[in-house]
């Protein structure tokens, strides 16, 4: 086999490029964290929640997982519980 190591990087390339395309694909998760956003009933589940999905969003969309986090400060910021800040 002339290059060995081509077989590996195929392989990695395979899997780095579909696991893009599932994540970038409508997701019950995605829906499920974002529903419970908007119906959380104390700061620390919504703050729990908003990491979530800024983490998620931050390989594959840096402006919303900023906006996210945005959201996430705001709310620890005024709280006077602060666990968060």
């Known amino acids: 086999m002339k290059y060995p190591c081509m077989k590996f990087w195929s392989v990695l390339l395979f899997c780095l490029l579909t696991t893009t395309v599932a994540l970038a694909q409508e997701n019950g998760y995605l829906d499920s964290l974002e529903r419970g ?3 959380a ?3 620390a589940e919504r703050i729990s929640l908003l990491e979530d999905l800024s983490t998620f969003y931050m390989v594959i969309d ?3 997982a900023d906006a996210f986090t945005r959201q996430l400060q705001a ?3 005024g709280s006077r519980d602060r666990v968060y800040g």
Do not use: G, L, P
Request: zero cysteines; glycine letters at 0%; a positive charge.
């Open 37 to 39: 956003v908007a119906t």
């Open 41 to 43: 009933k104390t700061e």
């Open 62 to 64: 840096r402006a919303k």
């Open 75 to 77: 709310i620890a910021e």
